[in-house]
């Protein structure tokens, strides 16, 4: 399964645009790379998800280069409510089904 | 997606005990997970439940310390037996739903 790496820690302003790279530079043809935010005491709540090119849902969007060894996570305009830990992950489809390894993830710290 | 809800939503309990886990989905589902996640730490998966088959525990995971039951589609159960403060974390389960994972809100477990 990929390994991911991605910056244990970013600071923002409110307003501003977040970009997020993670890399997986071991990522396997059949693998989706997918996003999720976590408040504290909270689940992982799902962002998105995709394979190559880019994805954009109401929440953020996801750039995937052609090498798909990498994504970027961007999220417009955040506000203080975005400041959670953001993970990136891919999955390795196991029996059918994307068993997915987390990672460290990304402290992201919105400020006013 | 999946409205996922687990049992109890938090507990403290004492060094020897047991404390069974409950999530129920509001959907049929052949795959459900069961995760760790020790106070300011990332996720680790504990186990895979396929409905009708015993689980697939990870590295470090036996079934002596967390048994898991699969009963049907729609729920599952994850003990921590013979508990010690070690076990203190939050454990969370989630649902594979046409490739993508949600999560439950966790059960937050103290052991004293």
């Known amino acids: 399964l990929a390994k991911t790496t991605q910056p244990i820690s970013m600071d923002s302003y409110e307003g501003q645009e977040v970009n997020i790279t993670c890399s997986h530079n071991n990522i396997a043809t059949n693998d989706y790379i997918t996003w999720y935010q976590q408040f504290p005491s909270q689940g992982p709540r799902f962002i998105i998800q995709?394979?190559?090119t880019k994805v954009t849902n109401e929440v953020a969007s996801l750039f995937i280069p052609a090498d798909r060894k990498s994504s970027t996570l961007s999220l417009p305009r955040v506000s203080l409510s975005d400041t959670a830990v953001y993970y990136c992950?891919?999955?390795?489809?196991?029996?059918?089904?994307?068993?997915?390894?987390f990672g460290a993830g990304t402290r992201l710290a919105v400020h006013p | 997606s999946a409205v996922i809800s687990q049992k109890p939503s938090r507990d403290i309990c004492q060094r020897g005990t047991s404390l069974t886990i409950q999530c129920q989905v509001d959907s049929q589902v052949t795959m459900m997970f069961w995760y760790r996640q020790q106070p300011g730490q990332s996720l680790t998966l504990i186990a895979t439940?396929?409905?009708?088959?015993?689980?697939?525990?990870e590295s470090g995971f036996v079934i002596d310390k967390f048994p898991i039951s699969r009963p049907n589609l729609t729920f599952s159960t994850l003990t921590v037996s013979n508990m010690s403060p070690e076990d203190s974390s939050i454990y969370l389960c989630s649902v594979d739903t046409a490739g993508t994972q949600y999560f439950g809100p966790g059960t937050r477990l103290l052991v004293l």
């Open positions: 995709g394979y190559k």
């Open positions: 439940a396929n409905q009708g088959s015993e689980a697939t525990y």
């Open positions: 992950l891919v999955g390795g489809s196991v029996g059918g089904y994307n068993k997915l390894i």
